[in-house]
């Protein structure tokens, strides 16, 4: 089992203070870093530089691929394979398709959403250095923790960690990657 | 400029007491507190309680579901009262009600996080689990109606032997589209709002099996704010599909009657009549879960009484369009002038064999809703519970007023029928009763009951613009 760090892990008591936090440390210039919380903070996606999540793109190609496989689908059912006449109506017209297509749609956006959040946050994953860490279970807890990657350009365990206490973060610790 | 300092430090002041919003949490605890208090019960050594519910719906759901099930398919429809010229009776009044259920757990999930109402935290995974099981019980109705059940897979767009395809154009098909959806996007929804749940069972849990379970169902959440940013908009775009669902499931069930030609059913209010009523019945299942479960499970101060008072509320306004529409359907019919339509409704209340069901839609939907117009009702809990059951049966008679009602007396008089539920309508709604409350009482037990993570955000201690939680300068620094 080789053992290097995986980075430097700090926590903090209240949202606002890991908030105050994450700005500092963004403004010293670390990159490879994230904030760990029980809960989403309102605020930390603007701090961290997010931009708009794609998992709404993600969700919308979802729809529309539904939507307009059912529309096809029911083209070649009906009209195509198998024309098939209902009370004297045209074999196929675009308002006739609009209610199974739209149910549809809502089960292709839905498969969209979940499977996109799965993939953007790189999910199921079976092993993350972090949850190795005893102190680690306080993040679903109530503790906020921030860890900043060892792979960071500006990574330094004694500068980093000097940072992490100055910003007011408790028990710094290094973090070991298990591989 | 001394005007303007004042009003800054106007900002600062509280707000009046009656301005104030009741807390999310009552007692102002602390983040550490929320996550024992709401991951207790399913930690907890099985209650009493517990079994005593659990044994009796067991029973009903592994022994007298399975045998009607069985006998009925066995046999055939006739098996159950179904009959000339009643051809839809307690099996469609039942798929009816099921999905009513369902509708109002989307509703306070999907539909009040939209708006932002922080109050449904507490409630929304109870509501949710509702609309997921008691779809599942819906879905069954249809499916065995058809008759000969094996060959439910025709209903469905695969290439079969007869080179047939299913008739799209039909409101029933549709019906199989929108149920299907329905159960696949709630589970989902489900599923999702419990992820970070699942991750604090797995961080708290003490033996290796459960930390084991509930690792596999965390999925390796660690709740980094980059999981929680894309998490976030998964969220809020799953709960702007079911507020989508909401209004299209019931509306489609709605129009397998108003594209028929029956007295009453062809009706263009029904869609709408149909999505309301579902709201208003699920509310009524809302109230009697949660007033029994707050107790039962010590969540009094998570689920407490200001939102139970909302719940109400909720009920009452749903009650009051349903009422709506039952006035605007007797002045149709009556404005209408068709004499068949007047004939049916004059039957409702003052014909013979059912006339019961029509007084029952009254004196409950109508008379009883009224009640909660006052706040001394809707702060006593047993009333609610009481008022909670008695929706869920006066939504039932309306169901069973609108199928029956307009098929034993159609135009032609010699056409005419009774209909008669048998013990296998009976078996088979007691045993679908059964299965939904032995599957909600597994969920209770063994799942996170609350969304934790979601009430954890709710309080001010989660809050980073306000002072308990961690805000120095006051506002928004």
New interface residues.
């Given amino acids: 089992m080789s053992e290097k760090a995986y980075g430097l892990m700090a926590e903090f008591n209240t949202p606002g203070d890991l908030l105050r936090a994450a700005e500092k440390i963004r403004a010293n210039g670390y990159r490879k870093w994230d904030a760990f919380t029980p809960f989403p903070i309102h605020g930390l996606d603007k701090v961290m530089g997010y931009r708009n999540s794609l998992v709404g793109w993600v969700s919308l190609a979802g729809g529309t691929f539904m939507f307009l496989n059912i529309v096809g689908l029911i083209w070649f059912a009906n009209a195509f394979d198998y024309p098939l006449i209902v009370g004297g109506k045209p074999m196929f017209s675009p308002p006739m398709t609009f209610v199974p297509a739209y149910i549809m749609m809502i089960m292709g956006a839905a498969f969209g959403a979940l499977l996109g959040m799965f993939g953007v946050n790189q999910l199921p994953r079976l092993h993350h250095p972090l949850l190795f860490k005893q102190r680690f279970e306080g993040a679903s807890r109530d503790k906020f923790i921030i860890v900043i990657g060892a792979n960071d350009e500006k990574f330094c365990a004694t500068e980093t960690k000097q940072l992490l206490a100055s910003i007011g973060g408790a028990n710094v610790e290094i973090v070991e990657d298990q591989e | 400029m001394s005007e303007i300092a004042n009003i800054e430090e106007l900002k600062k002041l509280a707000p009046p007491a009656e301005l104030r919003r009741a807390p999310v949490i009552e007692g102002n605890q602390?983040?550490?507190w929320v996550?024992d208090k709401l991951s207790a019960f399913a930690e907890a050594k099985v209650p009493i309680w517990w079994w005593i519910a659990f044994v009796p719906a067991a029973f009903a759901a592994t022994v007298i579901f399975p045998v009607c099930l069985f006998y009925q398919v066995f046999t055939g429809v006739g098996a159950w009262g179904n009959n000339h010229p009643n051809m839809w009776g307690w099996d469609i009044v039942n798929f009816i009600w099921w999905v009513g259920v369902a509708h109002a757990g989307t509703l306070i999930s999907a539909l009040l996080f939209l708006t932002r109402q922080h109050w449904r935290t507490t409630i929304g995974r109870m509501a949710e689990a509702m609309t997921v099981f008691s779809v599942a019980m819906a879905g069954l109705y249809p499916a065995i109606h058809v008759g000969r059940a094996w060959f439910d897979w025709f209903m469905f767009?695969i290439p079969n032997s007869n080179?047939?395809?299913?008739?799209?154009?039909?409101?029933l098909?549709?019906d199989v589209?929108?149920v299907?959806?329905y159960l696949?996007?709630s589970s989902?929804?489900w599923f999702?709002g419990m992820i970070?749940d699942f991750?604090?069972l797995?961080?708290?849990s003490k033996t290796r099996v459960r930390k084991a379970i509930f690792s596999f169902l965390a999925?390796?959440?660690?709740?980094?704010?980059?999981?929680?940013?894309?998490?976030?908009?998964?969220y809020v775009?799953?709960c702007g599909?079911c507020t989508?669902?909401v209004f299209?499931v019931s509306s489609?069930v709605g129009l397998d009657f108003c594209t028929s030609q029956l007295a009453v059913w062809h009706a263009t209010i029904f869609p709408l009549y149909f999505v309301i009523g579902a709201v208003f019945c699920g509310f009524g299942m809302m109230l009697v879960l949660l007033t029994s479960l707050r107790k039962l499970c010590h969540l009094e101060s998570v689920i407490t009484k200001s939102h139970i008072d909302k719940v109400a509320k909720l009920a009452l306004v749903s009650g009051l369009i349903i009422n709506y529409i039952y006035l605007m359907e007797i002045f149709i019919a009556w404005y209408g002038g068709d004499p068949y339509e007047r004939w049916v409704f004059g039957h409702r209340f003052f014909g013979h064999t059912y006339m019961g069901f029509g007084w029952m839609l009254i004196g409950i939907n109508v008379c009883t809703t009224q009640l909660l117009w006052f706040k001394k009702i809707r702060s006593n809990l047993v009333a609610l519970f009481i008022i909670g059951l008695l929706i869920n049966i006066g939504m039932w008679s309306e169901r069973f007023v609108i199928v029956v009602g307009s098929l034993y007396q159609d135009f032609l008089p010699a056409n005419w029928g009774k209909y008669h539920p048998t013990m296998w309508d009976v078996g088979l709604y007691v045993g679908t009763l059964g299965a939904f409350f032995m599957l909600y009482l597994l969920f209770v037990k063994f799942l996170p009951v609350i969304a934790i993570?979601?009430v954890?955000?709710a309080t001010p201690?989660?809050?980073?613009?306000?002072p308990?939680?961690?805000?120095?300068k006051g506002g928004?620094q």
């Fill in positions: 602390g983040l550490g996550t767009p080179g047939l395809w299913p008739q799209f154009k039909s409101p098909m549709w589209f929108a299907n959806t696949m996007v989902l929804f999702m970070p991750a604090i797995r961080d708290r999925m390796g959440w660690t709740g980094s704010a980059w999981q929680w940013h894309n998490y976030e908009k998964a775009v799953l599909l989508l669902l299209t489609i993570s979601e954890k955000g201690q989660g809050d980073p613009h306000h308990l939680g961690g805000a120095q928004h």
